[in-house]
């Protein structure tokens, strides 16, 4: 882009990021932060809507995040001894 054009650094045009940067900024957040709070919450899910929590683990499956599932199992487990 040219300094005169309405690009910005990322290569997109316009105020709005689009959809992929908007997803991929969300999923890089999502393993880089310490959200270990959102574990309690899935196991509340668990306990109340376990359907409700199904379907988010297939979204992510389905997205290609895989382990979310298994790393909130694990940490049930350990923190039931």
């Not at 306990?47 to 940490?75: A, C």
């Given at each position: ?11 997109w045009e316009g105020a709005s990021p689009p959809l992929s ?21 899935r196991y509340t899910m668990q306990k109340r ?33």
């Amino acid at each position: 882009c040219e300094p005169e054009d309405s690009c910005c650094c990322c290569g997109w045009e316009g105020a709005s990021p689009p959809l992929s940067a908007v997803v991929w900024s969300y999923i890089t957040l999502h393993h880089n932060c310490d959200l270990s709070f959102l574990s309690d919450f899935r196991y509340t899910m668990q306990k109340r809507f376990p359907s409700i929590l199904e379907v988010y683990y297939k979204s992510n499956e389905w997205s290609g995040i895989h382990g979310i599932r298994e790393n909130d199992q694990m940490t049930w487990l350990s923190s039931k001894n």
